[in-house]
Every structure is written in structure tokens, then in C-alpha cells.
């Protein structure tokens, strides 16, 4: 592929200004709720259902 092509310039570059952050990505709120509702056994895909259920969410989370 010759230098010029769009392809070989985007793959092969570099910043020219600024910087990339260092460390891990930040979390989103779905994988930070997955993280904690793991502990109680709860599974991602119930958790909004059982949450509408005040009374049923409330004696799973305690």
C-alpha cells in the first residue's frame, strides 16, 4: 500500500498534540452495578425487574 493511501496514514500515525490518558479505562455505571450486585447473587438481567419490586429487592439486598 502506498503512503499516501488514507488507510496506511490513519494505522501508522501519531498524535501530533496532546495526550493519551494513562491507567485503566474509566467504568460505567453498568459494569460498577455488576460488580456489586455479584456478591448477592443477583444477575444482571434481573436486577431491573426485581428493583421495580420494592419488597422483594429490599429482603434480596439485606
Known sequence: M???RLPKQVLYSQLSS?????GR???RFKDTA???LKPRDIKIDSWTSLSQQRDKW???VK
Open 25 to 27: 479505562p474509566r467504568l
Open 34 to 36: 455488576k460488580r456489586n
Open 2 to 4: 502506498s503512503p499516501d
Open 18 to 22: 496532546g495526550h493519551i490518558k494513562r
Open 58 to 60: 429490599r429482603a434480596t
